[in-house]
């Protein structure tokens, strides 16, 4: 009968990595993931919106057309007056009429900047800011990447620990049914009932929470690829971790700083920043504009009355700023000021990056060595649980030393598989934080996966 656990226990890693057909891929919940994830979607409108900014600026150096039309019934008083001659002595003739007429005005007019420095500088921004757009997308790219991988391990953790203590149940079920056999015929103790019991009453609570984690796990995972993740790939049997290259953390560190995503974008925050303080500097240098002009008048006042007119005018028009009650001044303050926090937070992002790059440097080169000590430690837990065996049917060992071996081997196969795990979502964070997390990435770490 303690064969039969031992196997069962043996085979239960077996059973974690066993393939299901149509298994969800973590490849396939990535690229779900972005069709489907509403942060990532979030994103791309972002993107979307700042790419107008290009088009915006630049709009600001080309001509402008306006085209405007007026129409309207007048009813007017109309008083003149006339010099005339009255029985030889001179005089003023005085004549109201009450005209009805209709007046119409209409032109078109054409605005191109000759100087601008204001409209210049917004081009300029406009295009910074498209490529802050860009950088962001990029960087939202690189964290949906680590979460739905993280989401995927987590869900598959959670199913192994659900696996692991259900045989562990199991097996303290078996070993209860041992015991009272033994205890019937005299041979066994009340002491090893209780112990098992008290170990199955624990293993009974560890399913339950097992079994919450697992759906809370699912839930997650779904909210981001946007459906049902049904079965997962499982970890290979021949799981072989890969020592990473560079192995230095200063060549890390030197790439991250050139190509990461997020810091580019704060970099480019940091720059639109800067050409704020030229936008708001450039409200004290006049303003140059060509202007041509196109007008048609029906009547169009009382003074025209009766008359038809068409202009047709061109030139340059100059304005001076001269005082503006200090809001020139105080904006550029305001945006120097924004200049400086923007500098900070760059300081600030750059700091949280190199600590996210540190840390997972780190947990991959400690995961390469953990994952073997504890592959070697689930092999002795295997010939420990053989040898607990021998010993109690030899009358050297007891019931407790058997539960305590079990034990020890339920939570060495636990902590192998979260090893793994911690290594896989490390190599894609240390990618992320490094700014070199692309598509073929996720397929490489997919590839540890059936």
């Not at 081009?123 to 950088?135: I, L, N, P």
């Not at 690189?142 to 989401?151: I, M």
């Not at 689930?378 to 010939?383: D, H, L, M, Q, T």
């Amino acid at each position: 009968m303690k064969g039969i656990l031992r196997l069962a226990v043996s085979a239960v890693f077996g059973a974690a990595v066993a393939g299901h057909a149509g298994a969800v891929t973590l490849q396939q919940a990535y690229e779900a993931a972005l069709k489907n994830d509403p942060q990532y979607r979030m994103s791309f409108y972002e993107k979307e919106s700042a790419k107008e900014n290009r088009v915006i600026g630049r709009s600001y150096l080309l001509p402008s057309v306006s085209a405007s039309y007026s129409g309207s019934r007048n009813v007017a008083d109309l008083e003149t007056f006339q010099n005339v001659v009255v029985a030889g002595f001179p005089g003023v003739q005085r004549t109201v009429s009450h005209p009805h007429y209709l007046s119409r005005s209409g032109a078109v007019q054409l605005r191109q900047p000759i100087l601008n420095l204001d409209g210049i500088v917004r081009y300029r921004q406009g295009k910074v800011q498209a490529q802050q757009g860009e950088a962001a997308f990029a960087a939202a790219g690189d964290e949906v990447a680590v979460r739905v991988a993280n989401a995927y391990m987590d869900t598959l953790f959670a199913e192994d620990q659900l696996r692991l203590s259900q045989v562990s149940r199991d097996m303290f079920k078996e070993q209860m049914y041992v015991n009272n056999r033994l205890f019937e015929k005299g041979e066994g103790t009340k002491t090893d009932m209780l112990e098992t019991q008290a170990r199955l009453d624990i293993a009974e609570a560890q399913v339950t929470e097992a079994q919450d984690n697992v759906v809370a796990a699912r839930e997650t995972l779904a909210g981001i690829i946007g459906m049902d993740p049904g079965n997962l790939d499982k970890l290979v049997d021949s799981f072989n971790p890969v020592a990473i290259q560079p192995g230095s953390f200063e060549a890390w560190e030197k790439t991250a700083r050139e190509h990461n995503n997020e810091l580019a974008t704060v970099r480019l925050a940091v720059e639109n920043a800067r050409l704020d303080i030229q936008r708001t500097k450039a409200g004290h240098f006049p303003r140059a504009d060509l202007i041509a002009t196109y007008s048609k008048d029906d009547s169009a006042s009382i003074n025209t009355y009766q008359q038809n007119s068409l202009n047709r005018a061109i030139g340059v028009q100059v304005s001076l700023p001269i005082y503006q009650g200090g809001a020139i001044s105080a904006t550029t303050r305001q945006a120097a000021a924004g200049y400086e926090r923007a500098q900070a937070d760059l300081d600030a992002r750059t700091n949280k990056v190199m600590v996210e790059l540190r840390k997972a440097h780190s947990i991959v080169l400690s995961s390469v060595h953990k994952i073997e000590a504890l592959e070697k430690a689930v092999a002795s837990g295997k010939e420990l649980m053989k040898a607990t065996e021998q010993s109690i049917k030899g009358g050297v060992r007891i019931n407790l030393d058997l539960l305590n071996a079990q034990q020890q081997l339920y939570t060495s196969q636990r902590d192998l598989a979260q090893a793994r795990y911690s290594y896989l979502i490390g190599m894609l964070r240390l990618r992320a934080a490094a700014g070199t997390l692309d598509a073929s990435s996720v397929r490489e770490v997919a590839a540890y996966f059936h």
